[in-house]
């Protein structure tokens, strides 16, 4: 097991950017995939982005492409998600989440992830 703990949510205009940091401890942090998933309000939870053990491979979801980049930093045991040109429609509570998994595949499913982390709210008016 690995323990998550967020950090980085707050209240924002549109256009503003965040960087939401995701801080493991308890197991061997670089034996894991990392992923940053969001739950709007009265919507079921979604994901948002991926990255592998290495960082050497990212993904995203569509409507965050080009606005977001997932990275981890194994010697701080830590996984961001900046997030630039925030929208309203990018309200959520965001969760990050950890697998101990080593492929390149299926990183964007829920079920992977067996390690998550409390949400944080990031809020962003218009």
């Known amino acids: 097991q690995v323990q998550l703990v967020v950090s980085g949510g707050g209240l924002v205009q549109a256009g503003d950017s965040l960087r939401l940091s995701c801080a493991a401890s308890?197991?061997?942090?670089?034996?894991?995939?990392m992923g940053w998933f969001r739950q709007a309000p009265g919507k079921e939870r979604a994901f948002v982005a991926a990255?592998?053990?290495?960082?050497?491979?990212?993904y995203y979801e569509d409507s965050v492409k080009g606005r977001f980049t997932i990275s981890r930093d194994n010697a701080k045991n830590t996984v961001y998600l900046q997030m630039n040109s925030l929208r309203p429609e990018d309200t959520a509570a965001y969760y990050c989440?950890?697998?101990?998994?080593?492929?390149?595949?299926?990183?964007?499913?829920?079920?992977?992830?067996?390690?998550w982390g409390r949400g944080t709210q990031v809020t962003v008016s218009s």
């Open positions: 989440a950890a697998a101990q998994y080593g492929g390149t595949f299926g990183l964007r499913k829920e079920g992977l992830y067996d390690n």
């Open positions: 308890g197991r061997t942090f670089s034996g894991y995939a």
């Open positions: 990255i592998t053990r290495s960082g050497g491979i990212t």
